[in-house]
């Protein structure tokens, strides 16, 4: 993501930018068809001159976000410093009108189909405690909420997959809530298609997804090597949001110590031109962080009461909120 800051004159944009309209003169002349005051996601302002001959035919509305990308940049006035200046290959992608924030709920290791504790036999009941973390990402009136592996157990009987259907998928439908997903080490074949059907559910695994213009989300699902690769996966200027997060369902050395199967981080992100600002996994069911240079790694733990560990740290969800390119985590426990 390109600002301002970034910019010298007499060249054109490096990569896109992200812009909020201030203001619109439309009654300016001159080859004009406006003028626009700008601000660019670290807030600092600039101008656009919408030349007739640019033919962008874009209606600048104040208050909307917008994309763009191969415009000139030239001097401006002390007031704005910067200029953008279309031509006929600048390209202008309405993104809508802006937010304050951006909010996404974070969820995974529901295991639905387990009934009982791996370790200690007690029971235990998975879709309770999913329903009520996604009734509490519906109170916080959530972007999207994204799931990081292992939505349901092997054994996920036809009823239980039936109540999920009824209980999390429906009302995130009615509200116009993306669910994203990634696979994880345990599915169904009837499980797989109860996700197929429902048409905002998307699996993470086949395309990175931007939520509004403020988080971008990639995802791998879980290989039993630990043989995941970026390779390819994300090129050069393709995260233009301020916040972007790789979702996976491993066990990562830097949280669990280095191991066969074991994903290094160092050599996966050499494969890559991206950079995260969170890489949060699933397949560990007690919540965990640690921050890795300048990214904060996390095991987001299990949504049900399933650790082995003696101090567990499990029955947990998380809301990210973005507001520009500041974000904050908190964790929920799940009551």
Not at 39 to 53: F, K, N, P, R, V
Not at 311 to 327: E, F, I, K, N, Q
């Amino acid at each position: 993501m390109v600002t301002a800051e970034k910019l010298s004159t007499s060249q054109s944009l490096p990569e896109p930018m992200i812009v909020t309209v201030s203001s619109v003169d439309w009654d300016v002349g001159k080859s004009r068809r406006a003028e626009v005051e700008l601000s660019d996601q670290s807030g600092t302002l600039l101008e656009l001159i919408d030349y007739e001959g640019a033919n962008l035919a874009t209606t600048w509305k104040t208050g909307h976000q917008y994309r763009i990308t191969d415009c000139g940049v030239t001097s401006s006035t002390k007031k704005y410093t910067i200029a953008l200046t279309p031509s006929k290959r600048t390209q202008v992608e309405p993104l809508g009108p802006l937010t304050d924030h951006t909010s996404i709920l974070i969820v995974g290791d529901t295991h639905i189909g387990r009934t009982a504790h791996p370790k200690t036999g007690a029971t235990i009941d998975p879709i309770e405690a999913f329903v009520k973390a996604i009734e509490y990402g519906l109170s916080q009136g959530v972007d999207a909420v994204v799931h990081v592996g292992d939505i349901f157990h092997e054994t996920a009987t036809t009823s239980q997959i039936q109540t999920i259907d009824i209980q999390v998928f429906e009302p995130l439908e009615d509200a116009d809530i993306p669910f994203y997903f990634i696979r994880g080490n345990h599915h169904t074949e009837e499980g797989d298609k109860q996700l197929a059907s429902r048409r905002l559910v998307s699996s993470l695994a086949e395309n990175s997804i931007p939520v509004n213009s403020s988080i971008r989300i990639f995802g791998i699902d879980h290989d039993p090597a630990g043989d995941i690769s970026l390779d390819s996966f994300c090129e050069s200027n393709t995260i233009n949001e301020p916040v972007s997060i790789l979702v996976l369902h491993q066990t990562i050395s830097h949280l669990s110590g280095s191991g066969e199967q074991h994903i290094e981080l160092d050599e996966l992100m050499s494969q890559s031109n991206c950079t995260f600002d969170y890489i949060m996994s699933g397949h560990h069911h007690d919540a965990t962080t640690k921050q890795w240079e300048e990214t904060s790694v996390m095991y987001t733990g299990a949504t049900e009461a399933m650790s082995k560990n003696t101090d567990s740290v499990d029955r947990v969800a998380w809301l990210l909120t973005t507001t520009g390119a500041l974000s904050d985590l908190e964790r929920y426990d799940i009551p």
